[in-house]
């Protein structure tokens, strides 16, 4: 029994809350990303590459000019242009948005590996001393351990993005800006008719979701981490995606699904460590997002079959 | 909508290889020599052929069941998931049996990895067929699932207990044939053309294909006129899954010998890339995923001879992907120039 104690509170510790928060934040802006084109319909699958593109910019000019502001900068400027390139071919050019999604995935994950070559010299992972990263938030709590462990040392970006879901949630929810964004993904001929410029939007909404990337990508690179590595977002875009989808395109709730994600992702990290299997508790996150999903139809399909049968 | 025409893929083929001796020339290389180098070792030589061969197999399988899935209007983001069960299932029947004969074993662990991932298959289908679940999302995590579990099992009770995860060696009788010795080529190549034509052959020749079809095309109408188009979309579902177990049991049966954790580096995405410039048209699927298995060999040899990375090719092939995709593209500037060439004339 005693054995079990220590084994519990080995995996469940204050320390849990931090690496969850730690773990779901990369996550987390790419979600923030997915649900502001998601509002305006468009499934942005290409984060994942966006993220590539601007964690590699972030590093790169981090190292030569020594400055995560600028590096930072340069990350959320190739996040605007790749996301513009894609709203381009996709409201311009016709192009599936899945499709150009795909593709710039795997274009952010070949050129990044060619110019990480070409620039540095190395492949697979480029570390190095002169890389500054993002600072970290410390304040004094006259050494109370539990609120240090819970409060102290977190990368700039982790609270920013936890701000950013209420900011997010406000201006969709209860703004002009956002009754008319998601008129445009709810119904874009009333849109249209109503006056907006449904194009025009869509672009617009794809440039913002560019300039979250391009965060997300900073902050993996320069906060999250201090590296380059190849295909570094391992993921997390699709995640990202997955996590909006658990949310039903709600800022709010997509943070959740964040959540779920990074706690399963540090519960299975401990309990690797601990000898267990930890594939059951990496796959629950996916798990619960394909449950959650087809339960919301679900409800979705009954709603509409008793409005038909009352009718 | 779905009409590919030769002359455009053509012309997108053309236009991103000369993006890429734009870019070759700006490294300070000469094009025409890493051009020449990339052919040579695509095609020059029993090694350089079977590399393609072996490349070829699992990318047109996976852009088979791409194809097979848009038909019936899923887009089946999950075959990289059902590839991996596929490939851990024939592993598993390739070494629990012993003592057959390899023409009752080679068509069983088939037999094995494709039910596993064709039930894996089913699942999204049915959720998308009831409930309208978005099956894009649903297969992308659903290929997590898959991965994570093949991971599990190849760490646990299928381990070799060897030093990296893997399961024990297959038996020599579910091995199939090398040849073009010494690539790593076997007759899984026989196999995917034959599943390739009988796909076709079915999809547009058989009654079942028609209703396949049918669903794919107009879901309202099929259960008009009596077709159940939720039953259809399922087993069109389980049709796609069931290619792209095969596909991973032809990796493991011709090429590895063994199930190995997180072998594939994402074949089946290169694959639904290929059958998505196809526009997935069956026809094109087998010619597209060649010419992307012989960039991606050819640019091997290319690297080697000419010092031109070999990462540059794939970026050429993301750049072919994405001019392919902007149908709009060409369309725009040719009425363009229609319009400008009016404005001459008049």
């Given at each position: 029994?005693?054995g079990?104690?220590?084994?519990?509170?080995l995996?469940?510790n204050?320390?849990?809350?931090r690496?969850t928060?730690?773990?779901?934040?990369p996550i987390?802006?790419?979600?923030l990303?997915?649900?502001?084109?998601?509002q305006?319909?468009?499934?942005?699958i290409?984060?994942?590459?966006?993220?590539?593109f601007?964690?590699?910019?972030a590093?790169?000019?981090s190292?030569?000019?020594?400055?995560?502001?600028?590096g930072?900068l340069?990350?959320?400027i190739t996040?605007?242009?790749?996301?513009?390139f894609?709203?381009?071919?996709?409201?311009k050019?016709k192009a599936?948005?899945f499709?150009v999604?795909?593709g710039?995935?795997m274009?952010?994950?070949?050129?990044?590996?060619f110019?990480?070559?070409?620039?540095?010299?190395?492949?697979?992972?480029?570390?190095?001393?002169?890389?500054v990263?993002?600072?970290?938030?410390n304040f004094?709590?006259?050494?109370?351990?539990?609120?240090d462990?819970?409060?102290?040392?977190?990368?700039?970006?982790?609270?920013v993005?936890?701000?950013?879901v209420f900011v997010?949630?406000?201006?969709?929810?209860k703004?002009?800006?956002?009754?008319?964004?998601?008129?445009?993904?709810?119904?874009?001929?009333?849109?249209?008719?109503?006056?907006?410029?449904?194009?025009f939007?869509?672009?617009?909404v794809?440039l913002?979701?560019?300039?979250?990337?391009?965060?997300?990508?900073?902050?993996?690179?320069?906060?999250?981490?201090?590296?380059f590595v190849e295909?570094m977002t391992?993921?997390?875009g699709f995640?990202?995606v997955?996590a909006?989808?658990?949310?039903?395109?709600?800022?709010f709730?997509?943070?959740?699904?964040c959540l779920?994600?990074?706690?399963a992702d540090?519960?299975?990290?401990r309990?690797?460590?601990?000898?267990?299997?930890?594939?059951?508790?990496?796959?629950?996150p996916?798990?619960?997002t394909v449950v959650?999903?087809?339960?919301a139809?679900m409800?979705k399909?009954?709603?509409?079959?008793?409005?038909?049968?009352?009718i | 909508?779905?009409?590919t025409s030769w002359?455009?893929?053509?012309?997108?083929?053309?236009l991103?290889?000369?993006?890429?001796a734009g870019?070759?020339?700006?490294?300070?290389?000469?094009p025409i020599?890493?051009?020449?180098?990339l052919?040579r070792?695509a095609?020059?030589?029993?090694?350089?052929?079977?590399?393609?061969?072996?490349?070829?197999?699992p990318?047109?399988?996976?852009?088979?069941?791409?194809?097979?899935?848009?038909?019936?209007?899923v887009?089946?983001?999950g075959v990289e998931g059902e590839?991996y069960?596929?490939a851990?299932?024939a592993?598993?029947?390739?070494?629990a049996f012993?003592?057959?004969?390899p023409?009752?074993?080679?068509?069983?662990?088939f037999?094995v990895?494709?039910?596993?991932s064709?039930?894996?298959?089913?699942?999204p289908?049915?959720l998308?067929?009831?409930?309208?679940v978005?099956?894009?999302?649903v297969?992308?995590l659903?290929?997590?699932v898959?991965?994570?579990?093949?991971?599990?099992?190849?760490g646990?009770p299928?381990?070799?207990?060897?030093?990296?995860p893997?399961t024990?060696?297959?038996?020599?009788s579910?091995r199939l044939?090398?040849?073009?010795?010494?690539?790593?080529a076997n007759?899984?190549?026989?196999?995917a053309?034959?599943?390739?034509?009988?796909?076709w052959?079915?999809?547009?020749?058989?009654?079942?294909?028609y209703?396949?079809r049918?669903?794919?095309q107009?879901p309202?109408f099929s259960?008009?006129?009596?077709?159940p188009?939720?039953?259809v979309?399922?087993?069109?579902?389980?049709?796609?899954?069931a290619?792209?177990g095969?596909?991973?049991?032809?990796?493991v049966?011709?090429i590895?010998?063994?199930?190995?954790?997180?072998?594939s580096?994402?074949?089946?995405?290169?694959?639904?890339?290929?059958?998505?410039i196809?526009?997935n048209?069956?026809?094109?699927?087998?010619v597209l995923s060649l010419?992307?298995a012989?960039?991606?060999?050819?640019?091997?040899g290319?690297e080697?001879?000419?010092?031109?990375p070999?990462?540059?090719?794939?970026t050429?092939?993301?750049?072919?992907?994405?001019l392919a995709a902007?149908e709009?593209l060409?369309a725009?500037?040719?009425?363009r120039?229609?319009?400008?060439?009016?404005?001459e004339?008049?």
């Amino acid at each position: 029994m005693d054995g079990l104690n220590e084994i519990l509170s080995l995996v469940f510790n204050a320390t849990l809350v931090r690496s969850t928060i730690r773990a779901a934040t990369p996550i987390l802006y790419a979600t923030l990303a997915c649900v502001l084109t998601q509002q305006a319909n468009i499934l942005n699958i290409g984060i994942e590459g966006i993220m590539i593109f601007a964690a590699f910019a972030a590093v790169t000019t981090s190292y030569f000019a020594g400055s995560w502001v600028l590096g930072l900068l340069a990350a959320i400027i190739t996040g605007v242009v790749v996301a513009a390139f894609m709203a381009f071919a996709h409201l311009k050019a016709k192009a599936d948005i899945f499709v150009v999604g795909m593709g710039v995935n795997m274009l952010a994950i070949a050129m990044t590996r060619f110019l990480l070559q070409r620039t540095f010299g190395v492949s697979g992972s480029f570390h190095h001393n002169d890389i500054v990263p993002m600072p970290r938030l410390n304040f004094d709590f006259g050494g109370n351990a539990l609120l240090d462990t819970l409060f102290n040392d977190y990368s700039l970006f982790e609270p920013v993005g936890i701000v950013l879901v209420f900011v997010l949630a406000f201006i969709l929810y209860k703004t002009v800006w956002g009754l008319r964004l998601r008129s445009v993904g709810l119904n874009p001929l009333a849109a249209e008719t109503a006056g907006i410029n449904v194009t025009f939007r869509k672009f617009e909404v794809m440039l913002y979701s560019g300039v979250l990337g391009g965060i997300a990508g900073a902050h993996l690179s320069l906060g999250y981490s201090r590296m380059f590595v190849e295909n570094m977002t391992n993921g997390r875009g699709f995640m990202g995606v997955a996590a909006m989808f658990f949310g039903g395109a709600n800022p709010f709730w997509g943070w959740i699904g964040c959540l779920i994600f990074g706690f399963a992702d540090s519960l299975g990290s401990r309990l690797q460590s601990l000898g267990l299997p930890s594939q059951f508790i990496l796959m629950i996150p996916y798990v619960v997002t394909v449950v959650v999903l087809t339960l919301a139809m679900m409800r979705k399909k009954r709603a509409e079959t008793a409005r038909k049968s009352a009718i | 909508m779905y009409k590919t025409s030769w002359g455009s893929t053509l012309m997108t083929i053309i236009l991103s290889l000369a993006l890429g001796a734009g870019a070759i020339l700006l490294l300070g290389y000469d094009p025409i020599e890493a051009y020449y180098q990339l052919f040579r070792g695509a095609f020059v030589g029993k090694f350089n052929i079977g590399g393609v061969m072996e490349r070829f197999v699992p990318l047109m399988l996976t852009a088979l069941a791409f194809a097979v899935s848009a038909k019936v209007a899923v887009f089946n983001v999950g075959v990289e998931g059902e590839l991996y069960l596929g490939a851990i299932a024939a592993a598993w029947a390739g070494y629990a049996f012993t003592g057959l004969h390899p023409l009752v074993h080679i068509p069983l662990c088939f037999a094995v990895a494709m039910v596993a991932s064709g039930a894996w298959g089913a699942i999204p289908g049915a959720l998308k067929a009831y409930w309208k679940v978005n099956e894009v999302c649903v297969t992308i995590l659903m290929n997590y699932v898959a991965i994570y579990f093949t991971s599990y099992l190849v760490g646990n009770p299928f381990s070799a207990r060897a030093s990296i995860p893997r399961t024990p060696t297959i038996e020599e009788s579910a091995r199939l044939l090398r040849i073009l010795r010494p690539s790593r080529a076997n007759i899984g190549l026989f196999v995917a053309l034959g599943v390739l034509v009988l796909v076709w052959w079915m999809l547009y020749h058989t009654n079942w294909g028609y209703k396949l079809r049918h669903v794919g095309q107009n879901p309202f109408f099929s259960e008009y006129v009596g077709i159940p188009p939720k039953k259809v979309m399922i087993w069109g579902m389980i049709l796609s899954g069931a290619i792209g177990g095969l596909a991973g049991a032809i990796e493991v049966m011709g090429i590895h010998g063994h199930f190995l954790d997180n072998f594939s580096p994402g074949i089946a995405f290169d694959g639904m890339l290929a059958s998505l410039i196809a526009k997935n048209d069956i026809r094109m699927v087998p010619v597209l995923s060649l010419f992307l298995a012989v960039l991606k060999t050819g640019a091997l040899g290319m690297e080697r001879f000419t010092g031109v990375p070999k990462t540059l090719i794939d970026t050429i092939i993301a750049v072919f992907i994405l001019l392919a995709a902007m149908e709009g593209l060409f369309a725009y500037s040719r009425r363009r120039s229609a319009r400008s060439s009016g404005e001459e004339a008049a």
